[in-house]
């Protein structure tokens, strides 16, 4: 849950859907520090979108959300930098894959719940981006039988390894070399699975799977979704790495 204390600005974020579901009224009272901002149709949004900054959006691909998200997107609008999640009922990867290449920061299934709404907000805070990762660091330091030392060890090299795996992989599907873009894939997801980064590992699974099956026409959709799980994660960098030299807390 977000921190009531974390009350220095509010986290703006405008929920687009073509039926307004039933959240917790909160968002909207501005509890927590958050403003949730409601429309429901394509105008709606698009004004929205054009005359509001925002720190989250979250539209329905119901309303158009490709045409909605290219507006966004384009150069001039002020909520070029905005992450945009999807709201879609598409439960296939190559699907999702599309969306992220047609400018989406990510997707989440609907229904959208109350929690669904709290993890997205948690995950995109800016004073609260770690959150997402403390699972993944906690489980690797369970595997490490509580060596702080070791695992800050293990996730230093990972921010070290990341640039250069996603940078070869990236070169090497510009070039139509899809051996080595599948074995720098597999050594990112090496890299990630000893670090418990789940979210991370799906996604480079995905690219491996559709490099072996030679189904390009999908990877560049599944390179882009690692690229900007890998850019996430790497931003919290200095954050993950400070956690791990904090002391324990003890009773």
């Not at 974390?6 to 403003?35: K, S």
């Amino acid at each position: 849950m977000l921190n009531p204390s974390d009350e220095q600005r509010q986290f703006v974020t405008l929920l687009a859907h073509d039926i307004c579901p039933a959240l917790q009224i909160q968002y909207a009272q501005g509890i927590f520090g958050n403003t949730l901002v409601l429309t429901n149709t394509q105008n709606e949004t698009s004004t929205a979108i054009a005359g509001r900054l925002f720190d989250l959006i979250i539209i329905d691909t119901g309303l158009n959300g490709v045409g909605l998200v290219s507006f966004a997107k384009s150069v001039g609008c002020i909520n070029y930098n905005t992450p945009i999640i999807a709201l879609t009922d598409a439960t296939d990867s190559s699907q999702q894959s599309q969306l992220i290449a047609a400018g989406f920061d990510d997707c989440q299934l609907k229904p959208l719940t109350d929690d669904n709404l709290d993890e997205l907000i948690n995950f995109w805070r800016i004073n609260d981006n770690l959150s997402p990762y403390l699972d993944s660091i906690q489980a690797l330091l369970d595997k490490c039988k509580n060596n702080r030392k070791l695992v800050f060890t293990l996730f230093s090299k990972l921010f070290d390894e990341l640039p250069l795996h996603i940078n070869g992989i990236e070169e090497a599907l510009r070039n139509g070399q899809h051996k080595l873009a599948f074995e720098a894939t597999h050594k990112l997801n090496g890299s990630a699975k000893i670090c418990c980064l789940q979210s991370i590992e799906e996604s480079a699974t995905a690219l491996e799977m559709s490099l072996i099956e030679k189904r390009y026409d999908y990877t560049d959709g599944y390179f882009f979704m690692l690229q900007k799980r890998i850019s996430a994660l790497i931003d919290q960098r200095h954050a993950i790495l400070e956690y791990l030299l904090k002391p324990i807390n003890k009773p």
